[in-house]
């Protein structure tokens, strides 16, 4: 799987978490076959445009103890992603140490690996018709 697909396999996969859950970083690496990949789906979602249609509710998207990832010194991602949850009906408490954190046995989504699509292989195949059309 090249970037392209990995970002592909991310964004559809987020795409199919429901209103009022979420799931984690490693979670959906596991989900798109790159388990050892968490980072790099965080990375992913980092950039993702507002404007992207469809949307991509990146913010359910949490670590795996359910804490909203910090987005640094002066940023505001952590805030606006506790309100997008919050928006959608999503509890999200602030700890004692000042993280957001969400309960994973109440908000969590965790399908088995398999039982959902994640498009690579919609992608592979729509890229090996075009190629073989184009001969």
Avoid: C
């Avoid at 949850?85 to 509890?91: C, K, N, Q, S, W």
């Amino acid at each position: 799987m090249d970037g392209d697909q990995f970002h592909a396999a991310v964004y559809h996969v987020v795409r199919q978490i429901p209103p009022q859950r979420v799931t984690s970083y490693g979670h959906i690496a596991k989900l798109i076959g790159m388990p050892n990949y968490s980072r790099h789906v965080g990375q992913a979602l980092k950039f993702v445009s507002p404007v992207v249609n469809p949307p991509i509710p990146w913010h359910r998207v949490l670590s795996s103890t359910g804490t909203i990832s910090s987005r640094g010194p002066g940023t505001d991602g952590a805030a606006r992603q506790r309100d997008a949850l919050v928006a959608e009906g999503v509890e999200v408490e602030t700890t004692r140490s000042g993280e957001f954190k969400v309960d994973l046995r109440t908000y969590g989504w965790f399908p088995a690996v398999g039982t959902i699509t994640t498009g690579v292989q919609a992608q592979q195949d729509e890229e090996a018709g075009g190629a073989e059309q184009a001969d």
